[in-house]
């Protein structure tokens, strides 16, 4: 800039002078930004807090350290090609002696309500009839009209004596995104709990561990004293739940522990779905099975009432709490402490993501993609044609309907299911193709 000035007829001596003059005024406002910046960190801090799902909290959980590049992973199979000879779609039995057909393990807060409805909308649609009926219920009636199908919240190793003609799939969520998720849904919104630094915490850590199995076989004492898997990594295995505690101290031999029970994950599903990649998924899913774009329409997740929440133990809506974050909590899930608790689950979510990328390479990228584009063509197309018409268990303004269950799957799953069944069997979607 000196030079410039010179050429433009300023003497050296002005040069010099005004050089000085600006780095007076620079030294200045450096002092007085510097002054200001506490409080404006602190605020801005304060404003990052409520996005750290997707920004802050995930860079120091990436996926960089060697026992996870050395994860365990595969291209899930087509069922055409592990049963060339016989179909997904199975008669659904009364009293079957073990699980078959259709098996979602419904993972919380990972999506899972969603791919329930989905699984429940595929059985009804390609049973014999097309109609209405719960592929898990006693009694005798509808033996036989719809596809076997297993969708509700139950922990996978209630179906580790599963036929071989089923078809196993669930649903995983980066581990700190479904536990900042699980506790603003159940113990903020649903409970009315405060939100406050140690009620967050405190929350955070129980969301993580396995308590299924804690409720199940009444392990307080080995609580303390031995290792177990994180959440999901428990929900999802097909281990025996006595498995899935041990007594290892060294990191190296928790780590190996850990990838195991992932390995064994990924080997035993048909296929691990990932909620921030949901519509890959889905795609993935028809592919796999052989289904139509027409067979998984679905609307975006409560469009009724998204501010509100159908509690079906309570019978009535009750509003969904904005997620914020103090920063003692961000600093708590940037923590090593929270790391160890779930690096478990960090595995498995990583493991799924790079399979379900291995089954889209295997499957071919061209035709993916053409599958995946004409899919979000109909996905809008539903959502344009039957959004409006949809009858939600919440309204807006959280208005509880109780002709809801006319027009879903199960509860608030798969609303909208008279116009998006109107689509399918009309087959309106296939023309916009």
Not at 358 to 368: M, W
Request: glycine fraction near 6%.
């Amino acid at each position: 800039m000196a030079s410039l000035l010179v050429a433009r007829g300023i003497s050296k001596k002005s040069v010099v002078i005004l050089t000085l003059v600006i780095g007076i005024i620079t030294t200045f406002l450096n002092q007085q930004t510097q002054q200001k910046s506490p409080n404006q960190t602190q605020s801005k801090r304060r404003r990052l807090s409520a996005t750290t799902t997707t920004t802050l909290l995930l860079n120091s959980q990436t996926d960089t350290t060697n026992h996870r590049r050395l994860l365990h992973t595969r291209a899930f199979p087509s069922w055409k090609s592990k049963h060339p000879d016989e179909s997904w779609c199975v008669r659904r039995e009364p009293h079957p002696k073990a699980p078959k057909g259709l098996i979602f393990v419904k993972n919380y807060k990972t999506g899972s309500s969603t791919v329930s409805g989905l699984a429940k909308r595929i059985a009804r649609l390609h049973g014999d009839d097309g109609q209405d009926h719960d592929a898990e219920a006693d009694d005798e009636s509808g033996g036989g009209v719809t596809c076997e199908a297993y969708w509700r919240h139950n922990p996978a190793w209630e179906y580790r004596n599963r036929e071989p003609q089923s078809f196993l799939f669930g649903s995983v969520r980066h581990p700190t995104k479904r536990a900042i998720s699980h506790v603003f849904f159940e113990f903020v919104s649903r409970l009315g709990g405060t939100a406050s630094d140690s009620f967050m915490i405190d929350r955070l850590k129980f969301v993580t561990e396995p308590f299924p199995i804690k409720w199940a076989l009444r392990k307080d004492g080995a609580w303390k004293t031995q290792k177990w898997a994180s959440f999901q990594s428990s929900y999802m295995s097909l281990r025996d739940p006595e498995d899935l505690f041990v007594d290892l101290k060294d990191e190296e031999e928790i780590n190996e522990w850990e990838k195991d029970i992932v390995k064994e994950i990924i080997d035993e599903y048909d296929l691990m779905m990932v909620s921030e990649r949901m519509d890959e998924s889905l795609v993935v899913l028809q592919i796999l099975l052989g289904l139509d774009s027409g067979d998984l329409l679905y609307l975006k997740s409560k469009v009724g009432g998204s501010q509100w929440l159908y509690d079906n133990q309570q019978n009535k809506c009750v509003k969904l709490e904005k997620t914020t974050l103090s920063e003692k909590v961000v600093d708590y899930l940037a923590s090593e402490e929270w790391e160890k608790r779930i690096s478990g689950d960090l595995l498995l979510y990583t493991a799924a993501s790079r399979s379900l990328d291995a089954t889209i390479a295997k499957i071919g990228r061209k035709k993916f993609k053409k599958a995946y584009d004409e899919y979000q063509l109909v996905l809008e197309y539903a959502q344009g044609v039957c959004g409006a018409s949809a009858v939600w268990p919440c309204t807006a303004n959280g208005t509880y309907q109780e002709e809801f269950e006319l027009d879903c799957e199960a509860g608030d799953q798969g609303c909208g299911l008279r116009c998006l069944d109107n689509l399918t069997r009309t087959g309106v979607w296939a023309d916009i193709i």
